[in-house]
């Protein structure tokens, strides 16, 4: 089925620096696919060193001269609004371009636009509200944080529900009065593009956004290797992220990494299992299965194994593959044609390591995109491929366990700690277990739902640092310690007088 592109598109998506749409310095383009046909529907430019160092002039120059590091919180806050309310407004926009462009299905596409928003506001009311400290020694000194923002932030971002990715940075990062290059997905460029005019309408000065579309290998690497960036957050896979760890240490970047997750979802038998179905089964095939925090592998307690998997299987078999412009859709085309061939791998070594209970194949009515069925291995082994590795497709690995060490030990066996997810009626059981699991995040008796406040990130190869709340505030931010002498200035006088006692330098009160 041919897909409607969105009206309005311009012929090529470009860069944008120092508040102009620039072209690539080299004239080079790539190829942006639609994924339910694998057409070429638009050129982006495809942005290299060159490009990456006129945007980080750009945002050096608004960094170092313009009013945007220097603004007072409220001011800042009162932009972000802006941001967020112009984001609001083209929901529907963003939606179609989401889906068209990605492969979302258009219902789960439409809750986007709101997230973001979302995301300008909390950190905007977070700045308005912040606190830093201030500490005093009697009669001495006065101790207290200047807090600044970090400089010029390299933002790059992955291809799954890329806007509210891109919002997730750029939020707290402008919030903390940074100035930013964003490095969008080359999969999926398109809805950054609406980033320009977003933060144009909200009155941001220009320089503080800058955007340098590309390739990883060119626009992303010149970016983490550049000398007048700061910081680098980065979401991505975890090979990649251990590349640009690599890349940022000459230059010694701040980094904040949130990387791949094999999420465990622990059922045990004494579960609301009505429930722990819905959650599971929406938790690894919403967002066609290219969600960080899926919980693609489910860790279901011997009692209940096989009634689980039956019933798992059953509704899989009737979860809706469509277009991702139809309302009905549930799980629509996946990116892109590479990603697909590589989920596709994962079945087929899937088909040679356990029991496929249901999909594993290409819906018959979608000959061409890239479509796959909702996929359930049972009987899954621990050393199994598809256990260990990130799939990100709409792909899960079931497994029978007999005792809660058994599950634990199932849950922490593999490189990623990213979210993990708890079904058990027993409160005391929940909480012993949430403690045990090795990941960043744990949901018990529920699906990924989350207060803004929460810290988020993941352990082990999932990531580095944690993000969520003030800690976004702080990984952008520079906290300067300030220390003032009250009264008489205390120092031992070499050449002088020499030692005095209780001398604050020397270990005496205050040292
Ligand atoms: P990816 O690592 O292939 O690419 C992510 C971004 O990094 C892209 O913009 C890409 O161009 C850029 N990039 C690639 N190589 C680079 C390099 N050498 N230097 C600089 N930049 C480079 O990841 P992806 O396939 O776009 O995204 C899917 C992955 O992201 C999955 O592993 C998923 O779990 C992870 N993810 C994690 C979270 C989280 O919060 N932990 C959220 C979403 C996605």
Not at 45 to 64: E, H, L, N, Y
Not at 151 to 173: D, H, R, Y
Not at 229 to 238: A, M, Q, W
Not at 295 to 302: A, E, G, N, T, W
Request: glycine share 10%.
């Amino acid at each position: 089925m041919t897909a409607t592109r969105p009206e309005g598109l311009p012929e090529l998506l470009r860069h944008y620096v120092g508040g102009a749409r620039t072209e690539s310095a080299s004239g080079e383009v790539f190829d942006v696919l639609e994924p339910s046909t694998n057409e070429v529907y638009i050129k982006c430019a495809s942005g290299g060193a060159a490009d990456i160092d006129a945007a980080v002039a750009a945002a050096r120059t608004a960094f170092d001269d313009g009013p945007w590091p220097h603004l007072m919180p409220r001011e800042r806050a009162r932009v972000l609004y802006a941001i967020a309310d112009a984001v609001e407004a083209r929901h529907d926009h963003l939606a179609e371009r989401e889906s068209f462009d990605s492969g979302l299905p258009i219902r789960q596409a439409r809750g986007q636009a709101k997230r973001a928003a979302e995301n300008f506001r909390f950190f905007a009311d977070l700045i308005v509200a912040q606190i830093d400290d201030a500490f005093r020694m009697p009669g001495r000194q006065v101790n207290y944080v200047n807090r600044k923002p970090k400089g010029v932030a390299g933002l790059i971002t992955p291809w799954n529900t890329p806007f509210m990715q891109e919002s997730w940075k750029l939020a707290p990062a402008l919030a903390s009065g940074c100035t930013v290059v964003l490095k969008p997905a080359e999969f999926t460029p398109l809805s950054a593009e609406l980033w320009v005019e977003i933060m144009e309408e909200a009155g941001l000065p220009e320089g503080v956004f800058n955007m340098v579309h590309g390739f990883g290998e060119s626009a992303g690497d010149a970016l983490v290797k550049h000398e007048g960036v700061d910081l680098i957050s980065f979401t991505g896979e975890t090979t990649t992220g251990q590349l640009i760890f690599a890349n940022c240490a000459p230059t010694m970047k701040a980094m904040s990494m949130e990387l791949g997750g094999k999420s465990p979802a622990i059922i045990f038998a004494d579960a609301d299992i009505d429930a722990a179905l819905d959650s599971t089964l929406f938790g690894v095939y919403s967002l066609n299965g290219e969600r960080c925090t899926a919980s693609s592998r489910l860790l279901v307690q011997r009692e209940i194994y096989d009634d689980f998997v039956a019933r798992y299987a059953e509704r899989a078999k009737k979860i809706k593959v469509g277009p991702p412009s139809d309302p009905e859709t549930e799980i629509a085309a996946l990116v892109h044609p590479t990603h697909y061939a590589r989920v596709m791998d994962y079945v087929e070594i899937g088909k040679s390591e356990a029991r496929l209970v249901a999909g594993g194949d290409r819906p018959a009515h979608l000959p061409e995109g890239n479509y796959l069925n909702a996929t359930v291995f049972a009987d899954v082994p621990a050393d199994a491929r598809i256990f260990q590795e990130e799939i990100f497709g709409p792909v899960v690995a079931i497994t029978p366990f007999d005792t809660t060490e058994e599950a634990l030990e199932l849950a922490n066996n593999v490189k990623y700690g990213l979210a993990a997810y708890v079904w058990t009626s027993d409160l005391t059981k929940a909480h012993t277990v949430a403690h045990r699991i090795e990941s960043g995040m744990v949901w018990i008796n529920s699906h990924n739902v989350r207060d803004l406040r929460t810290p988020f990130g993941g352990v082990k190869g999932s990531g580095l640092g944690q993000e969520g709340g003030y800690r976004s505030l702080e990984f952008y931010s520079v906290q300067q310690a300030i220390h003032i002498t009250l009264g008489d200035v205390h120092t031992t006088r070499f050449g002088a007088t020499g030692y005095t006692d209780n001398d604050p330098g020397l270990g005496g009160p205050g040292a």
